[in-house]
């Protein structure tokens, strides 16, 4: 009453009616609850709102809820508005469009909803926006629900917006914007004690981790996740996530695990989903891998079944779909039938800005253009490749996905978890001892030494376990070679110390000669030892200063300090005669292997991409003459 006394007494009056509007309003609400007394609507409202709603039992939960409310009851015909927003299937263009009837029907009817019912609804509306491909708008949709949410101090909603902008920026590429949002929301679904959500923002910090390259860390993530799922029955959730590994594996070069995984899937959406699209998804996933084992026809079989359930008007997948069937097609010779399917994924991919979508149907556009000569459409695709990797280049630089990647070890977050709950067990000890004699104060005193003691073991514990994920979050695990995003971080300075002391600096680019043909006929254990040995060979002719990296599949740069042209031609060709006279047959009978190399030097380039495009557009041009060669870039080229 002290801060009142201040105050103008208009302002108190004010105050003081405000006061009492509140606690009409907290009795109108007690009335009307003790009114319409609902424990069990309650209890399985609470079940729901706690879990995820890709159970597929979801719909018929939310229609039993609908049901168990009293007529007049309005404060769970409000609560129940967002979930049952949610209960349509966003991803079949009637529900999508009964869905979007159905939220404008819910603002009409229901202008007195509370206004985080209003906010929860909002972003049930950005979701449904999301999977029509309308991406900016649902963006800015769930910033302004986020806006609303901080507003009222509304936890839990500051937690589904933040995931769900986290989940966009992973999915269009913008990886750091990504784990950024992503550590909002687990941080408060963790605080909130919501176990499911939990294990969730898990799964998307993982799933951007794939995305971002680093492909063993998602691993771990995908094993703990469906670990904890698993342990808690949760089967549907169990398939997401064996769903992602899938993604993994194909990431990982590991068809056969990833259409293994797929299969399973499918199997079960088929006996548990009545809805065709769920398992027409899958379908689509499954074709990817099928397609990398060589088994084209069977892959089309699956593309050509749910070609029609799969609508370009709401899905993703759509994209994807017409991508693999251009795939296919050109894997069973059929390149010109390949080619109406190229401009109907484009389509898809440009509207959802999908980068990584875009990226793969720019390397299938590449190969076909290729094979068929057209030489012109060819170049250009790869120059829209090499403009889709610096936006990606861009994404990876930001330190903070390293950062995040230590703080999010599942080991140590469970590590941490059970160091605060020693500390508070600690604690209540000591308030028991202090009412102790002096003989339990000296047994209180040793516990405290104890403890400190633990706690400085475990810090350096935690320090080399620190320093050892670093490593591996920096560091390709086939070759041990500088990872794509420590290369670029470290080129980065290097070449930023280049423009400061006006030295020298020049850049090799080296791909691997037909190197899928390697894995298709010799299989991938033949091809990783390929790719081990092409990269023990580049380590061995480099200098301490140098910098190499593997920057994809079978891609890798090498960064020069202070090395002229003419000294890095040298090299590069040294290191193709060094693959050339490599015994590779030891790995496979009649197995060859060559490289094709590209060199540029610094001539004014004021960034280290500029200098790259042209080492890839040397290298573009070896392969274009025959492969098995290196070409340096001439600026009058």
């Not at 089309?300 to 994209?319: F, K, M, R």
């Not at 200063?545 to 020069?560: N, P, S, W």
Request: glycine letters at 4%; charged letters at 20%.
């Amino acid at each position: 009453m002290k801060h009142y006394l201040r105050l103008p007494a208009l302002l108190k009056g004010c105050l003081g009616l405000l006061s009492l509007l509140l606690s009409i309003t907290s009795l109108a609400n007690t009335m009307e609850a003790n009114e319409f007394s609902n424990p069990e609507f309650d209890a399985l409202f609470t079940i729901v709102d706690h879990g995820d709603i890709n159970d597929e039992r979801y719909p018929q939960t939310i229609e039993q809820l609908t049901q168990m409310i009293t007529k007049g009851d309005m404060v769970r015909t409000h609560k129940l508005l967002p979930k049952q927003c949610l209960a349509f299937n966003f991803f079949e263009p009637e529900q999508n469009e009964q869905a979007a009837s159905f939220i404008i029907n819910a603002y009409e009817n229901y202008p007195e909803m509370p206004h985080a019912i209003r906010i929860e609804l909002s972003l049930c509306e950005a979701t449904l926006l999301r999977y029509r491909g309308e991406i900016n708008n649902a963006n800015e949709l769930i910033k302004q629900a986020l806006a609303d949410a901080k507003q009222i101090e509304h936890l839990r909603l500051i937690a589904d917006a933040y995931s769900m902008l986290g989940q966009i920026a992973s999915y269009t590429g913008d990886f750091a914007i990504a784990l950024e949002n992503l550590l909002q929301s687990y941080e408060i679904y963790q605080g909130l004690n919501l176990p499911t959500l939990e294990h969730l923002g898990l799964l998307d910090l993982a799933i951007t981790y794939r995305r971002l390259g680093e492909t063993d860390t998602a691993l771990k993530y995908y094993q703990e996740v469906e670990r904890q799922f698993s342990s808690t029955g949760q089967t549907a959730l169990v398939m997401i996530v064996k769903n992602d590994m899938a993604y993994a594996y194909e990431d990982l070069q590991q068809y056969q695990k990833a259409a293994d995984n797929y299969l399973s899937i499918y199997n079960y959406y088929q006996k548990v989903h009545t809805d065709p699209t769920f398992v027409a998804r899958v379908a689509v996933d499954m074709s990817s891998a099928l397609i990398h084992l060589g088994q084209y026809q069977q892959a089309l079989n699956y593309l050509n079944q749910y070609e029609n359930i799969v609508s370009p008007a709401v899905d993703t997948h759509y994209s994807f779909l017409q991508l693999h069937q251009a795939q296919a097609k050109h894997g069973l010779g059929q390149t010109q039938a390949a080619l109406p399917h190229l401009e109907k994924a484009i389509a898809g991919f440009d509207k959802n800005n999908n980068k990584r979508g875009h990226e793969m149907l720019l390397k299938l556009q590449v190969e076909i253009y290729e094979s068929l000569e057209w030489w012109q459409q060819a170049y250009e695709a790869q120059l829209a490749l090499y403009d889709i990797h610096v936006l990606l280049d861009k994404a990876l630089k930001n330190q903070a996905s390293t950062e995040m990647r230590v703080r999010f070890d599942s080991q140590k977050l469970e590590a941490e978890n059970a160091e605060l709950v020693a500390f508070h067990q600690l604690k209540d000890e000591q308030l028991v001892i202090r009412q102790d004699n002096e003989r339990l104060q000296v047994l209180a005193l040793m516990l405290g030494v104890a403890s400190v003691l633990t706690l400085v073991l475990f810090s350096v514990f935690l320090n080399k376990k620190s320093k050892q994920l670093k490593y591996l979050a920096l560091t390709d695990l086939l070759t041990q070679l500088p990872n794509r995003l420590s290369f670029y971080r470290r080129a980065n300075s290097a070449f930023d110390k280049h423009i400061q002391d006006k030295t020298p600096l020049s850049i090799i680019s080296i791909d691997i000669d037909h190197f899928k043909k390697v894995n298709d006929n010799h299989g991938h254990v033949c091809g990783d030892r390929v790719l081990k040995a092409v990269a023990n060979i580049i380590r061995k002719h480099i200098k301490e200063d140098d910098i190499a990296g593997r920057v994809g599949g079978e891609e890798f740069i090498i960064l020069l300090p202070k090395a002229r042209s003419q000294a890095a031609v040298s090299l590069a060709q040294e290191m193709s005669a060094s693959v050339n006279l490599y015994q590779f047959s030891n790995f496979s009978d009649n197995l060859e292997v060559t490289i094709s190399g590209g060199v540029s030097t610094s001539h004014g380039e004021t960034t280290l991409s500029q200098l790259i495009k042209k080492a890839d557009l040397a290298l573009y041009r070896a392969k274009h003459q025959g492969r098995n060669q290196i070409v340096y870039f001439h600026d009058d080229d």
